[in-house]
């Protein structure tokens, strides 16, 4: 049985460091073209091979351009569209923006990626709760090599420096040990760490 959600489930959640909010036409989240294309490239492969779009003849309406995309991936056969990107040549005051063209293809193709799932999140709607963006920007954190997985166990060197805060202290390590129940020292996580210096900083019962 085919999964017809394996590329949408694959491309849905968007990066926080790759968007940023907009206050026009009512305010809304913008995603980098350049981080889609990226995306889309790490899903399907380079694009002229993995994947790839086609561009129809621009049409020109007034101040605005519209070209026609069509997008494939996978195989050359496997395309669908056109949609129509669109974009302002000319502005109010008549000055030319002689990118328009560029920027409606790249309106086109990232509307055709969004059909695909990519961005999901943006468009319907959990980006919009900032409990959600917060989870986001934790999952796309990139790791801290100079800070140890609160899950792993401690170094050599912080257990023998918890052994002499431990020495100094009211208690011993047996005490420690008891206490978070495991059997030595060496079976503390670093998330434990701190609760360890919490603890025998306390007064130790009579």
């Known amino acids: 049985m085919t999964d017809n959600m394996r590329i949408w489930k694959a491309v ?5 460091a790759h968007t940023k909010k907009v206050n026009q036409r009512g305010g809304f989240t913008a995603i980098s073209a350049a981080y889609e294309i990226m995306n889309a490239t790490d ?8 994947w790839g779009y086609t561009t129809g003849e621009p049409i020109i309406i007034d ?28 502005d109010g005051k008549g000055r030319i923006d002689s990118d328009a063209p560029k920027k409606a ?4 193709l990232t509307k055709l990626l969004s059909q695909l799932g990519f961005n999901a999140d943006v468009f319907l709607g959990p980006f919009d709760d900032s409990k ?11 790791p801290d090599p100079d800070k140890p997985d609160p899950e792993s166990i401690i170094a050599d060197r912080t257990r023998e420096w918890l052994q002499v805060q431990i020495e100094a202290s ?13 059997l030595s020292l060496k079976a503390l996580k670093f998330r434990q760490v701190a609760e360890v210096g919490k603890f025998i900083k306390q007064k130790k019962a009579a």
């Not at 293809?105 to 086109?108: A, F, N, S």
């Not at 959600?132 to 990139?142: G, I, K, P, S, T």
């Open 105 to 108: 293809v790249t309106d086109g």
């Open 12 to 16: 849905e959640k968007t990066n926080p």
């Open 132 to 142: 959600y963006v917060e989870q986001m920007e934790r999952e796309f954190a990139e």
């Open 43 to 50: 899903q399907f492969g380079p694009i002229g091979i993995g």
């Open 170 to 182: 009211d208690y011993t390590v047996q005490d420690v040990c008891k206490h978070f129940e495991v």
């Open 63 to 90: 101040t605005l351009i519209t070209v026609p995309v069509s997008l494939w991936h996978g195989d050359r056969a496997n395309i669908y569209g056109p949609m129509l990107g669109c974009e302002e040549w000319k």
